[in-house]
């Protein structure tokens, strides 16, 4: 599976963005999809990540609220929406996919949101 996410940039504190991850190589509805990110200095993190039916998702209680995923697996794409931006949502994102959760096999190349005060 290759993945290319997008949509990353510059926003305030207080607004949203939406990133895209398009999929190609192998059946994307198999896959369970998700994003993490990795902000400066610090560890990467798991932000999301949802089945492949779409039904089930799964939140970091720093995103809950204010995140939403989805996927479209007619375009073999998942979606982050992002609102209420922090300065500390300021990181590297990148998109994955896995056979199963907690094992993401296939990472993207990372897209950046940089949130300003």
């Known amino acids: 599976v290759q993945l290319q996410a997008s949509g990353g940039g510059l926003v305030q504190a207080g607004g949203s963005l939406r990133l895209s991850c398009a999929a190609s190589?192998?059946?994307?509805?198999?896959?369970?999809m998700g994003w993490f990110r990795q902000a400066p200095g610090k560890e990467r993190e798991f932000v999301v990540d949802i089945s492949w039916s779409g039904d089930n998702t799964l939140y970091a209680d720093s995103v809950k609220g204010r995140f939403t995923i989805s996927r479209d697996n007619a375009k073999n794409t998942v979606y982050l929406q992002m609102s209420s931006l922090k300065p500390e949502d300021t990181a590297v994102y990148y998109c994955?996919?896995?056979?199963?959760?907690?094992?993401?096999?296939?990472w993207g190349q990372g897209t950046l949101v940089t949130v300003s005060s």
């Open positions: 994955v996919a896995g056979r199963t959760r907690g094992n993401y096999d296939y």
């Open positions: 190589g192998r059946t994307f509805s198999n896959y369970v």
